[in-house]
């Protein structure tokens, strides 16, 4: 996996007020083993909360960036983490939905696990997709156009961009060789 990503800029997008840390890190140390740069982009260029099945304190990080003052141009690909609180608090935010939709504008790939896909159906992104959440989102993405799978990944390259989505942090492993390997394409 090494060198794939070679000179690849990678946005991770969460809310300050909370990420699932495993959904975050993993994906993070994956695109950096592959010679990738993941960069973190925050509603707030400030802390970010990670937690640990979306109770639990963890660690906190940094922001690299603020979102309003981002752009899908600066980067090659863009991660979703999940949790619940991250995606149900960036899908009130106007300047990380366009944010993301800016990634599918500009055919760049996108990866989201868990229950990152709300943001995605509020950006209007998942209408003739086929993709896979958390159990609970199966209606939101259905109702948006979607076609919803329980498998442990699914890459659907439909619509001039490649949506890689998988279900929770048991399939990580699935999730982050999915989504390098659409990043580096």
């Keep these: 996996m090494s060198g794939e990503l070679t000179g690849k800029r990678i946005a991770f997008l969460v809310a300050n007020s909370g990420v699932e840390q495993v959904e975050l890190t993993r994906p993070w140390q994956a695109v950096k083993d592959a010679g990738g740069t993941p960069i973190l982009v925050a509603p707030e260029k400030s802390t970010v909360q990670a937690f640990n099945n979306?109770?639990?304190?963890?660690?906190?990080?940094?922001?690299?960036?603020?979102?309003?003052?981002?752009?899908?141009?600066?980067?090659?690909?863009?991660v979703l983490p999940g949790g619940t609180t991250n995606p149900d608090t960036l899908r009130t935010v106007p300047d990380a939905v366009a944010f993301v939709a800016g990634f599918a504008e500009a055919g760049k790939p996108v990866a989201a696990i868990c229950h990152g896909p709300w943001t995605l159906v509020e950006a209007d992104l998942v209408r003739g997709k086929t993709l896979t959440s958390w159990p609970s989102l199966k209606t939101d993405i259905r109702n948006a156009g979607g076609e919803w799978r329980d498998v442990e990944s699914c890459t659907c390259p439909l619509a001039g961009w490649t949506l890689v989505t998988s279900r929770n942090p048991g399939d990580l492993d699935a999730f982050t060789s999915a989504a390098v390997a659409a990043f580096a394409n």
């Design 54 to 78: 979306d109770v639990e304190k963890a660690d906190t990080f940094d922001a690299d960036a603020a979102v309003g003052q981002s752009s899908a141009d600066d980067f090659d690909a863009l």
